[in-house]
């Protein structure tokens, strides 16, 4: 859903087609932009360069600080400054330092992949927005043609009431039929009005500059192998796979490097403070025995299996998903394919009603009527087609 057209700013067929499912990060990215306000796209932007400093400070966390410590001694008998620099930094610890790097980088990954897919819920709803705006302008259509007919139907009756063929409750029937047509009306025309208000909180854009895209159905299997929900539950196995590592190194043996350096000063030429100017380093082997430890390890290591499952059970949810959209796409089809056999219906009963009209059997009003529902029915075509679009974009808006 990623290509714009002309001075109109119009989606493409091309960038939906099944051929080529998903169009580069450019040309996504270049969509977005106009579909998306600009303060929401700025704030898009504001996380994406969060999520880039906190994986940052995550891969660095196992550097331990260099720290420098000044004492100021104001005793009577020996007032001396002195300075202190020293780091204690792990070099070893059971393979802790190179999870902790692919911890941070995993993270990164999941993050990256739930701010793509708050992106694309923007994007996916605007498009609805867009298509309710277009079927609501078909049942406006459809409410004109309906009101239309009411009318000719009131004044039918009325005529019949008068002269006698009909009592009034028929005519009453009539204008109550006029009245709720009109009511009906009013009330699309407040929908049209509250989705277009709802788009405009999200677009950068006014509506009518965009052309509805089109999309095709594709196989269970591209749906699956690029679905944005199951990548984003495999990065949490990655992530919580490397947390749990991270956690067992925590609790086996480790190697630190250490350096000091400390420096008197003004010591007046102190022969006994001169000699404490000095450094020390070497190594430190730890061994850390702590009661939680197997609690702990076995915590991180359970929440690593239920990311396994939660990655098998998001894979059948997936499928049931994929399986529900083709079947309601099917149950469209059907009422396509009905709604064709009526206006075929339609078709051979206006030519004879119109033959009877040249005979001066019919009236115009039986045309007109008649003319009217057929314009309805092929409006319930347009309106049909509008909803498999919408199912279709559920689908398009999981792939990434």
Known sequence: ??????????????????????????TKDAFDTKIISEKRLKNIELSKEQIKEDSSKLRKDWINPITYQYTKNLGEDEKTERSLISINQPIFQSGGIYKAIKYADSTYDYAALELDQQQKDLVKQALQYLYNIEKTNLNIQKAKYTLENAKIDVNRKKEQVLNGFLDTSYLDDA???????????????YQKQDLINSFNNISSQDYTK??????????????????????????DIEKKGNYSYMTMAKYLPSVNAYYTYSKYHDTDNSIKYTKENDQTFGLTLNIPFDSRTFNDIQSTKIDYLKSKLNLENSEDDEKTFFKTKLEKISMLDERLQITREDLDVYDSILKIINEEKQAQIKTQSDVDTLQNSQKIKSLDLKIFEVEKQLELLELYAKLH
């Open 1 to 26: 859903m990623h290509l714009i057209k002309s001075s109109k700013v119009k989606l493409l067929f091309c960038s939906l087609i099944s051929l080529s499912l998903f169009a580069s990060d450019d």
């Open 175 to 189: 204008l109550l039929t006029l009245n709720s047509s009109k009511h009906n009306l009013v009330d699309l025309k």
């Open 210 to 235: 965009f052309e509805l895209p089109i999309f095709k159905i594709f196989s269970q299997k591209e749906f699956l192998e690029n679905n944005i929900e199951l990548k984003k539950a495999q990065a």
